[in-house]
């Protein structure tokens, strides 16, 4: 297996297992995660390590489109949002560094032996803060992909320019702009945006 591959999912699964660490303690500090949630978040685990390994060892690009679209897309909005899970979990780790640093200097000053020892637990709220934000890119990259994708509409802008000449008069411009054109499976969608398109009976169309 090459080196390279081999290195992203040994980094994969290290993320997955920190932000799963990190995840349990919205369950309590002793509490073992509902079956469902661990079914779910190391299926997509597999999901994603499965999907790695098979585009290493088939020719990826002669899957069928909708598949090889749909399954790196969404590879790369769960790296991306375990990464942003991570980084509020890396932070409550350094503040648990110093925490306890704190702590521990404390108990070497202090004239009182403390027999019991030094724990400092995760901050229950910057793990939920960090979940719910994490979630908010998430959610939106899906509905944008699966829901939003085609669902074109029509803005109508009345422009009024003092200067304008008179040829120009009722003039109609359309621009149009994120069509998406990349995730179409099937020429239907682009046609039916060329169609509401020419309904607007524009005298010029701009592309941005």
Do not use: C
């Not at 411009?173 to 995730?183: C, E, K, N, V």
């Not at 179409?184 to 682009?190: D, L, T, V, W």
């Amino acid at each position: 297996m090459n080196f390279r591959i081999l290195l992203l999912i040994v980094a994969l699964l290290a993320i997955d297992f920190y932000v799963y660490h990190g995840l349990r303690t919205l369950f309590g500090p002793r509490e073992t995660p509902p079956r469902l949630f661990m079914i779910v978040y190391w299926g997509l685990t597999i999901y994603s390590v499965g999907i790695i390994l098979a585009g290493f060892f088939t020719e990826w690009r002669s899957w069928p489109t909708f598949f090889r679209m749909y399954s790196f897309a969404f590879l790369m909005i769960l790296l991306v949002t375990k990464l942003l899970m991570g980084t509020f979990l890396l932070t409550d780790d350094l503040l648990r560094a110093f925490r306890y640093s704190g702590g521990y200097a404390m108990r070497m000053f202090s004239s009182t032996p403390v027999d019991e020892p030094l724990r400092v637990s995760r901050l229950r709220f910057l793990v939920q803060a960090g979940a719910l934000i994490s979630a908010v890119p998430m959610v939106s990259l899906v509905y944008g992909m699966m829901g939003n994708a085609f669902r074109h509409r029509v803005r109508t802008v009345r422009l009024k320019l003092p200067d304008l000449p008179p040829a120009f008069e009722g003039f109609r411009a359309a621009q149009i702009s994120d069509l998406h054109t990349g995730s179409f499976m099937s020429a239907e969608p682009i046609r039916k945006a060329v169609d509401l398109i020419h309904r607007q009976n524009p005298d010029v169309i701009f592309f941005t």
